[in-house]
């Protein structure tokens, strides 16, 4: 009798259906630093959690040197930062799907206060550019990415080859180092507005004298893992958060948040 007791508390043991976990899978994230420094990501992120349930997981955060291995190593699901030779690597390569821009940043001109080429308070980055060549002020040549890219759109579209001894090559020992090796030399730089407010990029006496010229703006891309490279990977989840960040929704949250931004203009720009 005792026997039988067991067998049936067994039996209906194994028959007892199991609860479903109704806690969807959370998107592993690796995100661009400015985005987390500044805070607009975490606010963004948290009305997508929001509207969809699916919680977000900042596994990884920084420049993106540390961001594409994370992606490369299969340890995240998403990635935002800027669009780069990096980024589109990665969907060449068979890693990722999905490419595309969601929002922008702005670089600025920094310059000393005494500003020998008269270019403060100019909204073309270009026409900046002519003056600082037309009074050889120095300028530093930046070798960063992004201020190497913007740099360099901007002298084709002001017709300057930048040559001569006003032109310096930049000597600091590393992107944050930019600014002050400008200051030394009374020189002109191009750089990120976020790391400059931030403090990221410490600037010394210099200025921000040029800033509002749509040319000087970089486009964030975001890339969803490919599940055939990474089975594993959250890529619903992923996709959905990609689509949220393209969506009316978050747009307008971009323009709501440029709006609370002190006053020199916004740190992240929606899609035009």
């Known amino acids: 009798m005792r026997r039988l007791l067991c067998l049936v508390l067994i039996l209906a043991g194994c028959q007892r259906p199991s609860l479903?976990?109704?806690t969807p899978r959370p998107v592993r994230v690796a995100v661009i630093g400015g985005m987390t420094m500044t805070g607009m990501w975490p606010r963004l992120a948290a009305v997508f959690e929001a509207e969809t349930g699916i919680p977000v997981e900042l596994v990884v955060t920084g420049p993106k040197g540390v961001l594409v291995p994370a992606f490369r190593e299969g340890r995240v699901d998403f990635l935002t930062m800027h669009s780069s030779d990096e980024a589109t690597s990665l969907?060449?390569?068979g890693l990722a799907n999905n490419l595309r821009p969601w929002t922008r940043n702005e670089h600025v001109i920094m310059g000393p206060p005494a500003d020998p080429a008269g270019v403060r308070g100019l909204k073309d980055g270009a026409a900046a550019l002519r003056r600082i060549a037309h009074t050889r002020s120095p300028f530093v040549d930046a070798h960063g990415g992004g201020k190497r890219l913007v740099s360099e759109r901007l002298?084709?579209?002001?017709?300057?080859r930048p040559v001569g001894e006003w032109v310096l090559k930049d000597e600091s020992?590393?992107?944050?180092?930019?600014?002050?090796?400008?200051?030394?030399?009374?020189?002109?730089?191009?750089?990120?507005?976020?790391?400059?407010?931030?403090?990221?990029?410490?600037r010394g006496s210099l200025e921000i004298l040029v800033e509002g010229d749509?040319?000087?703006?970089?486009?964030?891309?975001?890339?969803?893992?490919d599940p055939q490279r990474f089975p594993d990977a959250n890529v619903t989840g992923a996709t959905r958060l990609s689509d949220?960040?393209?969506?009316?929704?978050?747009?307008?949250f971009l323009r709501d948040y440029a709006a609370e931004q002190p006053a020199g203009g916004p740190l992240f720009f929606p899609l035009e």
């Open 20 to 22: 479903p976990d109704s």
């Open 91 to 93: 969907v060449a390569d």
């Open 155 to 160: 002298w084709t579209k002001a017709g300057i």
């Open 173 to 202: 020992d590393s992107p944050t180092d930019l600014l002050r090796f400008a200051e030394s030399q009374g020189a002109y730089a191009i750089c990120g507005r976020i790391p400059v407010l931030s403090g990221k990029i410490p």
């Open 214 to 225: 749509p040319e000087m703006r970089r486009p964030f891309v975001v890339i969803t893992a």
């Open 244 to 252: 949220f960040l393209v969506s009316e929704k978050a747009q307008v």
